[in-house]
């Protein structure tokens, strides 16, 4: 067997990246088989690649999705170079002979058609229609003259999709003159229609497409992203319930579910949902739920007594348990019944209890409806990751959009909330990103709430001994600045800084992430711990000052027992016990932290000695009475130990229920850092560095981008490059003994 490279120096337009092995097709072309040479004209002339040559041989195909480009790129390498275009034409360079074919018509790629059509007139004069897209589509369009050749490629194409690859049939048709212009005729009719354009021209396009004679299938390599199969996998271990929405065909769908382990060999069972008719779905999705949970059909079923109490479907499913571990693949075509209205809800049923659910051969319509979907039916919050305008649909849908930017263009970037440049990068956003920010949020609001009852509650019970007067426990310019100077600033560097766990171990242990799908750190249950240690803090708060005020005498021998003596010992007290309360709430200190609590405790002590002066009293006397207050009543010891035993009164109950809950119901933050602890420890011994193996797992779908193409734009002529000087400068002969250019 011959394995050396293909040697393409005979053509001096061949990209030198392009690698091939196969001698025999090579020589097929040199032979001048006229089914090889009409297979690779077409690839050459049925697309909407726009070309540019700076110099010659310098070609560079600007395409509108990477396949396309690839299957340009392969028939420039077998000799039929696709050199230049205007709106009329289409210059192609044939084994060293220059054609320039006369551009007529172009039905256009859309998610419906899921083809794509030319039109040209050979400069012999013959009229052809090329047309590549989806096998699914087009095997319905050929003439029954195929049907051998047709099984043929039916097993390449069940083969190459085996093996993970993207494929594509190509046919084409011989038309006849008269036919022709009277279909132009009303194709120009169509296409200036005011009402119904888009219906009218599709219906011009289906009479045309019609017994054509079947050239072969086309597949492309287009492996994954470094680290995709790991990505999934530690998503999977964080209980991220994972959906495959594409449209490539089932078998490589499913290759590819294997490949990224999404897919295995443990699962119970992997039930592939592909019926005809809505009956028959139906029927498909009520025997995988009875195989995952017989108990669902009986009548003590929750959802099922829910169905009894109302005609109307439950406005949230609850998670149904399986009995095994499963997975779905369902095509796009049964798709389309699974969403009707009286199916989706057994959709949503079968579907969720599965582990994976791999949605193959579906339009970008299809894919918001999917995730619409779930967003009615499940109490979760769903996100939606894609690198192409057909993903653009679902990315909007869904409660947090992702856009991977790369080949496939920057529609999805620009219509998600987050993006990047590889899919690996998404562990990253959600098991420490997503992971920090939703702990950080949580400790905001338990001690945004504290803080604040603690506060306020001080007041209710001042109530009891001021006859409820309206009179307050602080100073008023206390209150005013308690929130919006003196505990504002810790919280915030707490709010962006705290982590509990550093990115590393966040994310060598996904199942950190359960918690917070769970709702742990913050819920109704935490809001009422909360508020009864706010309420157990005020009473501290207010009635130690109290009583150590109460018959007190100072050091020389006056009663200290005054209002405003109280209220200084009292919001003095609040001040540092929620100060003290941040820093147990914090995990992660750095200096910003520090800076904020003690600047935020010092810049109090500054203003309270600064606005109960003499000074101020005597500039503005109606607005700062406390004159004096803080100089007499800090300066006595008893008023200090008063302070210090509100504050252990109010923090020992935390601490030790902390330490309890840590000894007894660990969470599992807490058991990883006690694994961390016990790693510093024992440093495990130096292991050499690993590298990230590129996986060469290929896709297959058809070869076009998923959004209209460019076809009206190429046949308006706007936006079109002058032809390149160098499209006829020079040839070669794939005849010549020493295979050397040869000029025309």
Not at 119 to 144: F, M, N, Q
Not at 425 to 446: A, D, E, N, P, T
Not at 478 to 507: A, R
Request: net charge neutral.
């Amino acid at each position: 067997q011959n394995t050396e490279k293909v040697d393409f120096s005979y053509n001096h337009l061949a990209d030198p990246k392009f690698a091939f092995y196969d001698h025999s097709l090579v020589e097929a072309v040199k032979l001048s088989d006229v089914p090889t040479h009409r297979f690779f004209r077409l690839l050459s002339l049925c697309h909407t690649v726009m070309p540019e040559e700076k110099k010659e041989g310098n070609l560079v195909y600007q395409a509108q999705s990477p396949d396309e480009g690839a299957l340009v790129t392969a028939a420039r390498n077998f000799g039929f170079v696709f050199r230049a275009r205007t709106p009329e034409t289409i210059t192609v360079v044939e084994m060293g002979e220059t054609k320039v074919y006369k551009l007529l018509a172009i039905l256009d790629f859309n998610n419906v058609r899921k083809r794509m059509s030319v039109i040209v007139r050979s400069p012999e004069g013959d009229l052809t229609l090329y047309c590549k897209g989806a096998d699914t589509i087009l095997y319905e369009l050929l003439h029954s003259s195929c049907d051998s050749l047709k099984e043929e490629t039916t097993e390449h194409l069940n083969e190459f999709a085996g093996e993970g690859l993207r494929t594509l049939v190509v046919a084409y048709k011989n038309l006849d003159e008269d036919y022709f212009q009277d279909w132009i005729r009303r194709h120009h009719e169509a296409s200036t229609a005011l009402e119904g354009r888009e219906e009218k021209l599709s219906e011009i396009y289906e009479e045309i497409e019609k017994d054509l004679m079947l050239l072969g299938a086309t597949a492309i390599e287009d492996k994954l992203q470094d680290g995709v199969p790991q990505t999934i996998e530690t998503l999977a271990k964080a209980n991220i319930k994972i959906w495959v929405l594409t449209g490539d065909k089932q078998e490589t769908a499913m290759n590819i579910g294997y490949s990224c382990n999404l897919l295995n060999d443990d699962m119970d069972d992997v039930f592939i949902i592909e019926g005809s008719t809505s009956d028959d779905v139906l029927n498909e999705l009520r025997n995988a739920r009875k195989k995952m949970k017989p108990d669902s059909f009986l009548d003590s079923d929750e959802i099922n007594i829910q169905f009894e109490k109302s005609s109307k479907p439950p406005k949230i499913i609850p998670d149904e348990q399986a009995n095994g571990v499963y997975g779905l693949v369902i095509t796009g075509h049964s798709l389309a019944y699974a969403l009707e209205g009286n199916l989706e809800l057994e959709l949503v049923r079968t579907a969720c209890m599965c582990k994976v659910v791999i949605c193959c051969r579906v339009t970008p319509l299809q894919k918001a409806q999917v995730v619409e979907l779930v967003k009615k039916y499940k109490k979760a919050v769903t996100l939606a990751i894609g690198d192409g305008a057909n993903d653009v649909s679902m990315i909007k849908t869904a409660h947090i959009g992702v856009g991977i930017s790369g080949q496939e263009g920057m529609q999805a970037v620009l219509s998600s909330d987050f993006s990047f440049a590889q899919f690996r990068y998404l562990q990253r956003l959600l098991l420490v990103h997503g992971r920090w920010s939703y702990i950080r949020m949580c400790k905001f609001l338990k001690y945004f709430f504290y803080k604040n009852f603690a506060f306020t509650l001080v007041h209710f019970w001042y109530g009891f001994f001021s006859g409820f007067s309206a009179q307050t426990v602080y100073d008023e310019w206390f209150i005013t600045l308690y929130n919006l100077v003196y505990t504002s600033l810790p919280v915030l560097g707490m709010s962006l800084f705290d982590q509990d766990v550093d990115d590393h171990w966040s994310m060598l242990f996904p199942r950190l992430y359960v918690p917070g799908q769970q709702n742990l750190y913050f819920n109704k249950m935490v809001f009422v711990k909360c508020m009864l240690q706010g309420i157990y803090s005020s009473l501290i708060l207010f009635f130690i000052p109290y009583g150590a005020m109460y018959n007190t005498m100072r050091s020389d021998g006056k009663a200290i027992a005054d209002y405003q003596s109280f209220a200084l010992m009292a919001q003095t007290s609040l001040l540092i016990v929620v100060s003290v309360q941040i820093g147990l709430d914090t995990s992660y200190w750095t200096v910003v932290n520090q800076f904020f609590i003690w600047g935020s405790l010092s810049v109090y002590f500054a203003i309270t000695f600064t606005m109960y002066s003499d000074g101020m009293y005597l500039i503005f006397t109606a607005s700062f009475p406390f004159v004096g207050t803080a100089r007499n009543t800090l300066s006595q010891p008893n008023v200090w130990l008063a302070i210090f035993l509100s504050i252990t009164l109010c923090v020992l109950p935390v601490v030790g229920f902390r330490f309890l809950k840590a000894q007894l119901m660990p969470t599992p933050t807490e058991k990883v850092l006690l694994k961390i602890k016990e790693a510093k420890k024992r440093p495990p011994p130096p292991s050499p560095k690993r590298r990230l193996r590129r996986t060469s797992t290929r896709r297959s779908g058809y070869a076009f981008s998923h959004h209209p193409g460019f076809g009206a734009l190429i046949m308006s002529g706007r936006n079109m490059r002058p032809k390149s000087p160098f499209a006829t400068t020079g040839t070669f002969s794939p005849n010549s003994d020493k295979h050397k250019l040869k000029g025309l």
